[in-house]
């Protein structure tokens, strides 16, 4: 029986895993795998050695592993396959594989223009959007995240769109926020590059009510947006 183990980060908040149980049921919902079964791979449980216990006990022969990542930096390169090989040693007879991240998506990209038009966004050379990534020490990680950038730059037409980080990656969110703020823009927009509403989210939240600046405007994450879940779902099946 073939089996998928859906794997999320994990956060301290319990709101964003519980954002991520919801999201991975939604997905379960329309699995075609024999199993479907949901991990983290820090910070919440249940883990993925965990899971992967489980779906063997419930007679899975081959795992899937599909990580709800956006891009693909460490966590998918190092951290999920570390896990996954404790799994292999525990269980050699059974088959494992590890599919890649999201990457980059058009419907990720309408999703943002999205969640911009829900704050009332007006195309202009006067409106700036500061797309902001979590950032990570892989250059291949940090190219995608720039390319997002450009097609979300390109969608956006006579607005001008400039990519920061949280952590790693060139320039920072809050020096990106702070240069932004000596400009001459009507509208200022922080357009966070996350799924859910973890951490990170609430320091940028944060940050920007401390500024107290009313044209800058704190859109939501991607979030568990249905279309989001139908991407999901319809990349998990086409593997299955």
């Known amino acids: ?32 795998a024999g199993l479907f079964r949901y991990a983290f791979l820090e910070l919440a449980t249940p883990s993925i050695v965990d899971e992967i216990k489980v779906c063997v006990e419930q007679g899975a022969t081959e795992i899937v592993v599909f990580p709800l990542l956006l891009l693909t930096a460490g966590h998918a390169k190092v951290d999920i396959p570390n896990e996954v090989a404790k799994g292999k040693e525990m269980f050699p007879a059974v088959s494992f594989r590890i599919e890649k991240p999201l990457g980059i998506q058009e419907v990720l990209i309408s999703i943002l223009e999205k969640r911009l038009l829900e704050k009332q966004f007006l195309r202009s050379e006067k409106t700036l959007v500061i797309l902001v990534g979590r950032g990570s020490n892989d250059q291949g990680a940090i190219n995608d995240f720039e390319m997002v950038g450009q097609l979300l730059r390109e969608k956006l037409q006579f607005s001008q769109v400039e990519t920061a980080y949280l952590v790693g990656g060139h320039i920072s969110f809050k020096d990106c926020v702070q240069n932004a703020k000596q400009l001459n823009f009507n509208q200022i927009f922080v357009l966070p590059y996350l799924l859910f509403t973890g951490l990170l989210l609430k320091e940028m939240e944060e940050f920007v009510t401390e500024l107290e600046d009313e044209r800058i405007i704190m859109c939501q994450p991607i979030g568990a947006d249905k279309t989001v879940v139908n991407l999901v779902s319809s990349l998990i099946n086409e593997i299955v």
């Open 1 to 32: 029986m073939k089996a998928v183990l859906f794997v999320g980060h994990g956060s301290r908040r319990n709101k964003s895993n519980e954002q991520f149980i919801q999201f991975a049921k939604a997905v379960g919902n329309d699995c075609q």
